[in-house]
């Protein structure tokens, strides 16, 4: 029958058969930054139901993101937030039919990755300044 | 199909619609609310900023202005119907079981607007507090 002879072949070309590029990595990290984010959420909840609760209370979660471990959460938290913001931007200019050329896609996508890091740095810079 | 005992042209059928019936709604929903984000986090990331390491007072003091509280609100309004929007699209992409996708797709409301709810009550709370 067909069917036994039918060669060893994917039913559809999946992300395994591509060649890793920079593009395609950051489309998995724009979707993977915004799942981060979702449930990353919980702590922007948690500090202001914390305000609103009790001063014992509140004096604890702020001491924790105040420790280093907490305030690596938020190192990575606002990475994150910055890195999917970017990428929307990026977004942005596609959806209004523009930057499809492969120089400026390859251009945009560099600007997300430096820009992130960039703007990261400098939002804790500014964070140490206003409470070191 | 339906297609031949309708007078409708195919075009009509297709028309503002989709596989959900919803046509482009989504996407619309998912980029006003990306495009109301950018300034909505950039003051929500301000105003963690200028609270770390605050006492209690000094946030109530910081939300008992109309504009901040009323731009908080509006922030988490955005950012987490947008979350909803975006977790939509995952949970649809990679559970295709309908028993689980459905489950999750309910899950995924519930918790957004149960975030919102706790983080709306409680900038209210302070907001009104005598």
Avoid: C
């Amino acid at each position: 029958m067909a069917q036994s002879s039918r060669p060893e072949r994917p039913l559809s070309p999946h992300l395994q058969i591509y060649k890793p590029m920079l593009s395609m990595m950051m489309s998995i990290m724009h979707r993977i930054t915004g799942v981060a984010l979702y449930f990353g959420s919980i702590l922007i909840v948690w500090w202001l139901a914390a305000a609103a609760h009790s001063d014992g209370y509140f004096d604890l979660v702020q001491a924790f993101f105040g420790h280093w471990f907490g305030r690596l959460i938020l190192f990575g938290f606002s990475w994150a937030l910055i890195h999917h913001a970017l990428g929307g931007i990026r977004h942005f200019v596609w959806d209004l039919g523009r930057g499809f050329k492969l120089p400026v896609v390859e251009w945009m996508v560099r600007a997300n990755l430096i820009g992130s890091a960039v703007l990261t740095v400098l939002l804790w810079v500014i964070a140490y300044g206003v409470k070191p | 199909m339906t297609a031949d005992r309708n007078m409708k042209t195919p075009l009509k059928l297709v028309r503002g619609s989709g596989a959900s019936k919803t046509g482009t709604d989504h996407f619309w929903q998912q980029r006003a609310t990306a495009v109301a984000n950018l300034p909505l986090m950039l003051f929500m990331v301000g105003f963690v900023v200028a609270h770390l390491g605050a006492s209690r007072a000094e946030v109530v003091a910081s939300v008992k202005h109309p504009i901040v509280a009323i731009l908080l609100i509006m922030g988490l309004a955005s950012a987490f119907w947008h979350m909803r929007l975006g977790l939509q699209v995952v949970i649809e992409d990679y559970l295709h079981s309908h028993l689980r996708k459905f489950a999750a797709l309910a899950l995924n409301i519930a918790f957004a607007t149960a975030m919102f709810a706790v983080a709306a009550y409680s900038i209210l709370k302070m907001g009104f507090a005598s």
